[in-house]
């Protein structure tokens, strides 16, 4: 039953004696995780902030929240006059803006529940799903994704990937402008700038 699962893997323990069930080490672990995982979150908000200042973006820290959510759990707005606040705790369909596409190159786009879940997303501009996954295959080979006005009109976004020890995607940071401010050239210096932040912010979140 679920007590016995519980009990082997150590979120409750039994004692024989009493007959009782209380609190195991493995709960207390996971505690400790969510409560280290909150800590470090905080820990990444200056170098957010610091990145929205060097780049004039607004940037955003995205994270997986189940098989199908993701939400920013923090938020640095470009200090410019004119600019786009993305609000902490938004959250969106997994595959959804320029994150969406990084989370998309660790499923089975060929799934059909996968492509049932992509027809029922509302894009501010169509989005055949061809197109989707072409430049999912984009951003796998080249590391960084972008969103040009299909999230919401007038947005671009481009995204990069916070890899986990184990190698998946836990975290992606998107940074998040207008539409026009930057030409190719800037959009590609910005994808690998992102590249390198994130690979310096997994030492903070992991």
């Known amino acids: 039953n679920i007590l016995r699962t519980l009990v082997a893997e150590d ?18 672990r996971l505690v400790e995780q969510l409560v280290t995982q909150g800590q470090r979150v905080q820990l990444a908000k200056p170098l957010l902030q610091s990145l929205a200042a060097r780049q004039s ?30 609000a902490e705790g938004q959250r969106l369909p997994m595959l959804m803006g320029a994150s969406g596409r990084l989370f998309a190159t ?10 049932a879940t992509y027809d029922s997303i509302r894009w501010a501009r169509p989005l055949p799903f061809d197109m989707y ?4 295959r984009e ?9 040009d006005g299909h ?14 020890p184990g ?16 030409d190719e050239e800037g959009i590609a210096e910005l994808g690998d700038a992102l590249v390198e932040f994130c690979s310096e912010l997994t030492g903070v979140l992991f």
């Open 11 to 28: 979120v409750v323990d039994f004692n024989l004696m009493s007959k009782r069930y209380s609190a195991g080490i493995g709960l207390a």
């Open 57 to 86: 973006i607004t940037v955003t820290l995205w994270r997986r929240l189940g098989a199908d959510r993701i939400v920013i759990v923090s938020s640095a707005a470009s200090p410019t006059d004119v600019r786009i606040d993305m």
């Open 106 to 115: 660790q499923i089975d786009l060929d799934s059909p529940e996968i492509r």
């Open 133 to 136: 996954r072409e430049e999912v």
């Open 139 to 147: 951003a796998q080979k080249r590391g960084w994704a972008t969103d």
């Open 151 to 164: 999230f919401s009109v007038g947005i671009l976004a481009v995204a990069a990937p916070v890899f986990s």
């Open 167 to 182: 190698g998946s995607i836990d975290f992606t940071v998107s940074a998040v402008m207008f539409r026009g401010q930057r």
